[in-house]
């Protein structure tokens, strides 16, 4: 969670006029995400005040995931995150409620020990 408040805080400063690309052309702005880890999984949170799901689009590509407003979304953003190895992509879910975007990215499930019989032939 402080990685994520410094990301923000950096992400606003330098996104700021003053940092703009020539031309007046500027970056896509970011929204801001809060990224919990448990046992289970990892779980992204974004503001998306406004949003609804035909606003967004969530994929995965290369391993990375991509979490976008449409083209037609005024004042959009774009965020994409290397997965870590160890995400069932499969899995990975999305909702979205009360202004805030849910990507659920679960763990695989890992091998549990278990003993072999060994028969006798």
Do not use: C
Not at 8 to 29: E, H, K, M, V, Y
Request: charged share 30%; net charge negative; glycine share 6%.
């Amino acid at each position: 969670m402080y990685k994520s408040r410094l990301d923000n805080i950096f992400g606003d400063f330098f996104n700021d006029t003053l940092f703009s690309a020539p031309w007046g052309r500027r970056t896509q702005p970011r929204s801001e995400v809060n990224i919990y880890h448990s046992d289970a999984g990892y779980e992204l949170e974004f503001k998306a005040a406004g949003l609804q799901s035909g606003d967004v689009d969530i994929s995965i590509d290369d391993n990375k995931l991509r979490v976008a407003t449409v083209e037609a979304i005024a004042d959009g953003f774009s965020r994409t995150f290397e997965l870590p190895q160890d995400i069932d992509q499969e899995k990975i879910g999305a909702e979205i409620k009360d202004g805030i975007i849910r990507v659920l990215l679960p763990k695989l499930a890992k091998a549990e020990p278990r003993k072999i019989e060994l028969k006798a032939l």
